[in-house]
């Protein structure tokens, strides 16, 4: 089985030694993006919303990059530091999704200094 890679210039460069999305047969698995520009600047000390989108920009940059989209998302894991901001994220995640909404999991986490870290499994669209 072939597994092929995909970088971006418009999102953060990786921040270790993993992939920006790669892809696996009909699937794009894309890693956790959070509110870090293309400039390596992390942005964790911005108001709840504004990680949230840039987080979520910078995750749909990373499927755009493999050819897809987050409309095309079948599973989206979700890192909050706070669960009192899911409400505030589910409202601007809706803006980013198709419908039906992918399957998602929502969990609490505090490893990254951010509020906020998302990444995706994405359909690959055929060539
Ligand atoms: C930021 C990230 N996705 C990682 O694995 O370090």
Known sequence: ???KA??????????GTYSVAIQAQGLIFLSGQTPRDVHNVRHGDKPFAEQARMALDNLQA???AAGSSLRDAVKVSVFLKNPADAKEFDAIYAGYVGDP???????????????????AVLLARQA
């Open 6 to 15: 995909f970088s971006s210039d418009r999102t953060p460069p990786p921040a």
């Open 62 to 64: 990373a499927a755009e």
């Open 101 to 119: 909404p992918p399957a998602r999991t929502l969990t609490q986490s505090n490893f990254a200094g951010f509020d906020i870290e998302v990444d």
């Open 1 to 3: 089985m072939t597994r």
